[in-house]
């Protein structure tokens, strides 16, 4: 069934649904008729009661014309009756084809917001359409049935009602589109902002340890005053509606009192002219009020929903242009463009105006799809540079583009997903957890396939699967990184900038999360490494070496960096008795006892220290022979591990902390490798 791509779709496709059942339209009209009758013998008997019975002196007369009007009530209501019966003939057709367009769809393209349509929106359809209906309905057949009565009365009782009538029928008809555009206007601002609120009110908590009140603020303000904006153009309109009752309902009231001693003089009796009267006030006014507000309010809401359960070309299955179907994309899989996925130009950046720049000049382009390795000594400042990518950090000179976007910037935020070193797991199931990034619902194979691919899956079968509650506070630390992993493997953001993201893991979780990313479709990988493996498997890797900071290959480095060459050749091989090794090229892994700081390499650079190993085996085993440790220091001779700086504690989704909470001190009173600068 074709859509039509116009603005008159809606309208062409309505006309036909309504053809399509002229047999239910045909019951109505005809209950309609019968629902009508007492409001033609509302005004007709009262007025006869009153000139031919009341007013003179004959009681029963009076009497016996109300009974008509009671007969009349009955009928009607019996009629009233019968109408909903046929508006529901009419109604859930409707209803039954909604259900299937949005299942259909769901099946094909895998619509996550399916499950949303099929509740929720076509309830609404269906109940705003009956309103529609019956409003409608209602006036066209009340309209009738008094403009009879007053006609049968006396003709110029109808020349006084009529023509303010009519007036106030076309003038809503004129402002009725204008105003339908700012009633979804408003409705879309309203939505937008209920859906902001929506994510922004559970996660406060979340907000403030991260220090974004301010851009949470900022960011919902937008959408406060665009609903204020839209809120105002509609009272605006509003009043039009105003205008339209006035002019259709009160007005003839007005005219019928003011005119009363013309009307008496030209024939009109006092009784017709007190059935005139509740002809407008008992079943003109409330049916026009009805129209005016019903068309005005309900009439937008059911185009805005009709527009969302029925978008234009969605049921035609395998069109030629699949530029616009809305299939999921693979994690991480964006529009091919021209730009390569991250770019720095010059960049530099300093904790304070008095303070040595941490970064200095720095020149970097990594392509889409590529691996990058970020390797240095503790506080050079590699931490303070994935923040400034992230832009949580604003530099102070140079520029930061991800996928051409600049950096800070909501169009760079959403193509980048950090994950810290301290992975935040909130209160919840193992599914919301790893769906967290994504803004639809997230299917359970994919979830799955996901937690597989980085290695997650013996923890959400111990855990119990996707739909086990989390306790945060019962994972170890490898087990929280995993759920970050996973989850941000997830995310529709093509950049992954993993912040020493697996120094809880042993190398081979690590090894199997890190070749997971990089693999990832459409996905490009930036990781502040802690192993020289992560190293080894990056395509380039960049040395923080202050001034002499240089990027390249693994050989390259090794050749060119004599900072890269001490780090490397900490990670010789331990054999029994013997000092660490000698340095080596080649970066050969070593072994030793975690706990204990390693021994020091050829070039006098000391290893890292190691971590204990963590509950549920994501931690590395103590003592394990020929299992490779951190070589790239983690903490300074103090023992104090480098944080990058207030405004790196988070972001809208991510809570960032190195360390423990007593190793965390303010950046300016961190010791500094010094300014890096170079060109990559």
Not at 20 to 30: D, I, K, Q, V
Not at 132 to 157: D, I
Request: with cysteine; charged share 15%; proline share 7%.
């Amino acid at each position: 069934m074709s859509h039509g791509g116009g603005p008159d779709g809606l309208g062409t496709r309505g006309l036909r649904f309504l053809k399509a059942h002229r047999g239910a339209l045909t019951r109505l009209a005809g209950w309609s008729v019968l629902e009508s009758g007492q409001t033609f013998l509302l005004g007709y008997a009262l007025a006869r009661a009153l000139d031919d019975g009341f007013l003179a002196g004959r009681a029963d007369v009076g009497l016996g014309w109300l009974a008509p009007a009671a007969l009349g009530v009955l009928l009607g209501a019996y009629g009233t009756g019968r109408v909903y019966a046929a508006v529901a003939a009419l109604v859930e057709p409707l209803r039954d084809r909604l259900v299937v367009r949005v299942v259909e769809r769901g099946v094909r393209e895998a619509d996550g917001g399916a499950l949303s349509g099929l509740t929720q929106q076509v309830e609404i359809a269906r109940d705003t359409f009956a309103g529609l209906v019956m409003v409608s309905r209602s006036f066209l057949f009340t309209s009738v049935g008094a403009l009879a009565g007053l006609c049968s009365l006396a003709p110029p009782l109808l020349l006084v009602v009529a023509p303010p009538l009519a007036a106030g029928v076309a003038l809503f008809a004129v402002t009725l589109r204008p105003l339908a555009r700012r009633q979804e206007a408003f409705l879309a601002a309203d939505e937008a902002l209920a859906q902001d609120l929506g994510a922004v009110c559970p996660g406060l908590r979340d907000v403030t340890a991260a220090g974004a009140e301010e851009r949470i603020a900022a960011e919902t303000g937008v959408l406060v005053d665009a609903e204020l904006r839209a809120a105002r153009a509609l009272a605006r309109w509003g009043v039009a509606r105003v205008v339209c009752l006035a002019l259709g309902g009160h007005l003839p009231l007005v005219l019928l009192l003011a005119g009363a001693p013309w009307l008496l003089a030209h024939g009109v009796t006092p009784g017709a002219l007190v059935g005139a009267l509740a002809y407008v006030s008992q079943s003109l006014l409330p049916a026009l009020s009805g129209l005016i507000h019903g068309l005005g309010t309900s009439g937008s809401r059911l185009t805005v929903v009709l527009r969302r359960l029925t978008p234009p070309g969605a049921a035609a299955p395998g069109a030629a242009d699949g530029a616009h179907r809305s299939g999921p994309r693979p994690p991480g899989a964006v529009p091919s463009a021209p730009y390569p996925a991250l770019s720095l130009t010059a960049l530099a950046f300093a904790y304070g105006p008095a303070s040595a720049p941490v970064v200095d000049g720095l020149t970097l382009t990594v392509p889409a799809g590529g691996h990058l390795a970020v390797v240095g000594p503790s506080g050079v400042g590699k931490s303070t540079l994935t923040g400034l990518v992230a832009g949580l950090l604003e530099p102070v000179g140079g520029e930061i583009r991800i996928c051409g976007r600049p950096v800070p910037g909501g169009d760079a935020a959403a193509r980048r997903v950090l994950i810290p070193q301290e992975a935040y797991v909130f209160s919840g199931t193992l599914g919301e957890n790893l769906a967290h990034l994504r803004p639809d619902p997230v299917p359970e194979k994919e979830l799955l396939a996901a937690a597989e691919a980085v290695g997650l899956a013996p923890l959400l079968d111990a855990l119990g699967g996707l739909e086990a509650a989390v306790d945060p506070t019962a994972l170890s630390a490898g087990e929280r990184q995993l759920i970050a992993l996973t989850r941000a493997y997830l995310s529709p953001a093509p950049l992954a900038l993993l912040d020493e993201a697996t120094c809880h893991l042993d190398p081979e979780a690590e090894a199997r999360a890190e070749q997971a990313f990089a693999a990832r479709p459409g996905g490009t990988l930036v990781v502040v490494a802690h192993r020289v493996s992560s190293a080894r498997r990056a395509d380039r890797v960049l040395v923080m070496d202050g001034p002499r900071t240089m990027c390249g290959t693994h050989e390259e480095m090794v050749r060119r960096s004599a900072l890269y060459r001490d780090l490397v050749g900490s990670w010789t091989p331990r054999e029994s008795g013997d000092e660490a090794g000698s340095g080596n090229a080649g970066g050969a892994h070593g072994s030793g006892e975690h706990g204990e700081r390693g021994e020091p390499g050829a070039g006098g650079a000391p290893a890292a220290p190691g971590g204990t190993g963590e509950p549920g085996g994501t931690g590395e085993p103590r003592g394990t022979g020929g299992v490779s440790q951190p070589a790239l220091p983690l903490g300074d001779a103090d023992g104090v591990h480098a944080v990058a700086g207030a405004g790196l504690a988070g972001d809208r989704r991510h809570v960032v902390a190195h360390g423990p909470v007593g190793q965390v001190q303010a950046p300016r009173d961190l010791r500094d490798g010094g300014a890096l600068g170079g060109e990559g």
